[in-house]
């Protein structure tokens, strides 16, 4: 089968997450944040993995779990970008949250479509 356009995206925005988390765990972590959301931020490292793993074996699947860690995700930054840290303007952690919201949004919007389509 021919995975969806949709689908293939949120394997790339997921095996991206993975080295991203990766990355961050490799060079310090996430030092400043409360412990629970830095246990969050590192649960991503595998939650992105399996997302991308699921996305590939059992689209439909994937697709619901995927739209979960990418909500829960745009809200766990939104706290660290806003709460955590209080610096005034844009910073990159913020433009990187919107980047994540749109994503959540995106996946959320299109999963219900995408889904039919795959069950056929």
């Known amino acids: 089968m021919i995975l969806p356009l949709v689908v293939r995206a949120a ?3 997921f095996a991206y997450g993975t080295v991203v988390h ?22 991503l490292t595998f939650l992105d993995a ?8 059992q689209p439909v699947v994937g697709l619901y779990l995927g739209g979960l860690i990418l909500v ?9 970008n806003y709460v955590v840290d209080t610096s005034p303007g844009v910073t990159a952690g913020r433009i990187g949250q919107a980047v994540i919201t749109l994503l959540a949004v995106g996946l959320v919007v299109l999963t219900p479509r995408t889904a039919r389509a795959l069950r056929g």
């Not at 409360?34 to 590192?42: M, N």
């Open 22 to 43: 990766v990355f961050q765990l490799a060079t310090g972590g996430y030092p400043g944040m409360p412990g629970w959301l830095a246990t969050y931020f590192v649960s």
């Open 72 to 80: 829960t995700d745009a809200a766990a930054n939104f706290y660290a």
């Open 50 to 57: 399996l997302a991308a793993v699921l996305l590939l074996r």
């Open 11 to 13: 394997v790339a925005v």
